[in-house]
């Protein structure tokens, strides 16, 4: 059976922000990262990190200035195993058009 989303994915690299804890640590870190995939409700990212499942991440989008908090859905290494694929789910329903999409 097909996963049902309840927001369509549109692949958009944008250059983002992520603010969270690291497995491990005691006190936030920022790192830059990119969006693989962006939707109304989550997106995927790549990341240097690995985040755990349910762990809080803030977003800033530097391009229009917008903040908003996500949960990790799951991590796993990219294709090439430099990176982290991170799922997210958008906890912050009130966002203002974090992605800035047309």
């Known amino acids: 059976m097909a996963e049902k989303r309840r927001s369509q994915r549109i692949q958009q690299r944008i250059t983002i922000q992520l603010v969270g804890m690291l497995p ?20 995927l990212i790549q990341a240097r990190s690995r985040y755990e499942p349910g762990a809080e991440l803030m977003i800033h989008n530097p391009q229009n200035l917008q903040n908003a908090l996500f949960k990790v859905i799951w991590s796993k290494p ?13 906890e912050d329903q009130s966002a203002i058009d974090l992605w800035g999409l047309p």
Do not use: F, L, R
């Open 24 to 43: 491990g640590s005691s006190a936030a870190a920022a790192q830059p990262a990119h969006t693989i995939e962006v939707s109304d409700h989550g997106a």
């Open 78 to 90: 990219s294709s090439a195993a430099t990176a982290w694929n991170v799922a997210v789910q958008c």
